[in-house]
């Protein structure tokens, strides 16, 4: 597996990116001349608020959704006897993250030897 970019560099590296997603969606809220006069900033940090979470679950669910597409080379092997496995349904997953409900279709493989399905492995828990 490869390791994870510290989350913390890779938000830093995107703030240019951010900044004029945040001018477009303004734009496609407002138009160009932004929020009415006497828009409340209760109203605009809610809708912003609203917005994060949006965007924040779409990223997760987007994520996950690709990795699963694409899982490691590892994954046809039977864990247990090393035979090849055969490509199983997907299963939907859901997950409850600090953002939301995030779901997908997780991949299977399944072994006829020893009668056991597997999704592909990770290193640790929690990757």
Do not use: I
């Amino acid at each position: 597996m490869v390791p994870s970019a510290d989350p913390t560099s890779q938000a830093d590296a995107l703030q240019p990116t951010l900044q004029a997603a945040a001018k477009n969606l303004l734009f496609h809220l407002y138009g160009q001349a932004g929020p009415p006069w006497g828009t409340s900033f209760a109203d605009l940090e809610e809708l912003a608020l609203r917005l994060g979470q949006t965007l924040a679950t779409e990223l997760l669910r987007q994520s996950l959704a690709r990795q699963a597409a694409t899982p490691p080379p590892q994954a046809d092997a039977c864990p247990t006897c090393g035979r090849t496995l055969v490509t199983a349904a997907a299963e939907p997953r859901t997950v409850t993250t600090r953002a939301g409900a995030v779901a997908w279709q997780e991949p299977q493989r399944y072994c006829g030897r020893c009668r056991k399905a597997f999704f592909p492995p990770v290193t640790s828990p929690g990757h």
